[in-house]
């Protein structure tokens, strides 16, 4: 019996001890859970910022991309703007042309002036780095020349006959193959009378 009533007395030492344990576990919890809600506060306020950062970074990179097109379709729409201008002057002058009365006083002064806007055509092209590309005894190229009729001529077979329409050139950049008839090798039939 003995024995039995030891284990049912709980020393008093050990209740209280137990009490001032648990209160120490509970201010160090206390300020465990401080530490870390703190903590959580202060990690949520880094990422409020850096999603803010995040969200003008992206407003800033949309405008740029909407400004950098509108700055390229106004660039598209207008950089012809002084070629334009310079064949307006040519147009200027083929209408001065046209609206002269030619007789045959004043003919060869016509033809002067039509040769001089042929010219200032000419130049035009020239300073925009525009040039023929060449065809007379040349090989047919298809890089370069569009063969729209094969003929019957003196040239060897695959050599450019005839010319049909110019080709130009921009810079080393075909902006319109040459139209040309190419022969076909055999010698044209004379014709009896």
Request: net charge negative; proline share 2%; with cysteine.
């Amino acid at each position: 019996m003995l024995k039995e009533e030891k284990e049912r007395i709980i020393p008093i030492e050990d209740e209280h001890s137990s009490d001032i344990e648990s209160q120490e576990m509970t201010a160090q919890e206390t300020e465990e859970t401080d530490s870390l809600e703190e903590e959580l506060d202060k990690l949520m306020d880094e990422r409020d910022e850096f999603k803010d950062k995040w969200l003008r970074t992206l407003a800033e990179f949309d405008n740029f991309r909407r400004n950098t097109l509108k700055e390229k379709s106004d660039w598209v729409k207008y950089s012809n703007e002084k070629l334009v201008l310079e064949i307006c002057d040519v147009f200027d002058n083929f209408e001065r042309a046209l609206t002269t009365e030619v007789k045959e006083a004043n003919f060869e002064a016509f033809k002067e002036g039509i040769a001089l806007i042929y010219q200032q055509i000419e130049g035009l092209l020239k300073r925009n780095n525009v040039t023929k590309i060449e065809y007379e005894n040349k090989e047919f190229d298809p890089n370069f020349h569009e063969a729209l009729a094969y003929i019957p001529s003196e040239y060897d077979e695959n050599t450019i006959a005839a010319l049909i329409q110019n080709g130009y050139k921009m810079n080393d950049r075909v902006i319109r193959a040459a139209r040309v008839a190419v022969s076909n090798g055999t010698k044209p039939e004379k014709k009896e009378n």
